[in-house]
């Protein structure tokens, strides 16, 4: 009788339900996932800014290689014009002093001007100055440099910032080579410019543009603009305006100028 009274005491505050946990239990498990959360957040913006670290180290690569080309033959890399002389088969560019660009790369013939936009790594992968392989083709990986900050885009040269309403840029700006970050279908490089997804955000260009440069996306040595017909929204935030940081889509193309 005294065993079943005592069965049927009431519980004390120190005991606790049979599936639930105390408080201070619940607390310990909030901590340990609010831990994991930002260590996971953490890492992926340092993966972020490692790749970032590295596509700058590849502007500076090109950049050098572009240089040394320029003191070992003359010319340009993609322009030079004799390059068929040094490697027999080799395709020529058109030794105009300049990088051509063509919005349809993809319907001329591999030696017209407009193919110079490949030729630049065709002709450095011919004189060595690079380790990498490009044989002219409009090929990712292939004929054209793969971007490290955007995967299944790629990087391609040429001589203009192109500018108008659709780019949120008031002008064009022309120089003698520069590395476009604007290739947004690899598989049919020809449609670049046309295009409605660009190859990063702002907020990464802005990163890249600090680093390497003023910070102004429309003045300086590294160049953004909005994609044409862009779905993912502005790049900047009005016209030759700033960085719209606000957006995380990637709206902006680029153009990192060598010379």
């Not at 310990?28 to 953490?42: D, E, F, H, P, T």
């Not at 947004?184 to 660009?198: A, W």
Request: charged fraction near 20%.
């Amino acid at each position: 009788m005294f065993a079943n009274l005592k069965d049927q005491r009431p519980k004390t505050k120190d005991q606790r339900p049979e599936n639930g946990f105390t408080l201070i239990e619940l607390s310990i498990v909030i901590v340990i996932i609010g831990l994991i959360v930002a260590g996971i957040v953490g890492g992926q913006a340092l993966v972020e800014q490692a790749k970032i670290r590295s596509q700058i180290l590849e502007f500076q690569k090109y950049k050098v290689a572009y240089n040394a080309f320029k003191l070992e033959y003359n010319a340009i890399p993609g322009d030079f014009n004799m390059a068929s002389q040094y490697w027999p088969g080799a395709l020529d560019g058109d030794g105009s002093g300049r990088l051509n660009v063509h919005n349809d790369w993809a319907t001329i013939p591999n030696n017209v001007n407009g193919r110079e936009s490949l030729l630049f790594f065709y002709h450095l992968s011919l004189a060595g100055i690079i380790p990498d392989s490009y044989n002219n083709t409009s090929t990712l990986g292939v004929g054209y440099p793969e971007l490290i900050i955007s995967k299944g885009k790629g990087m391609t040269a040429g001589n203009v910032r192109w500018g108008g309403a659709n780019f949120q840029t008031s002008a064009s700006v022309d120089f003698k080579a520069g590395l476009y970050l604007q290739v947004g279908r690899p598989e049919l490089i020809s449609g670049s410019m046309n295009d409605q997804i660009g190859t990063s955000d702002p907020r990464t260009y802005s990163n890249i543009d600090t680093k390497i440069d003023d910070g102004n996306p429309v003045e300086g040595i590294f160049l953004a603009h909005r994609v044409w017909n862009s779905t993912q929204g502005d790049c900047l935030d009005g016209v030759d305006g700033d960085y719209l940081l606000s957006n995380d889509r990637p709206s902006c193309l680029a153009v990192y100028i060598i010379e």
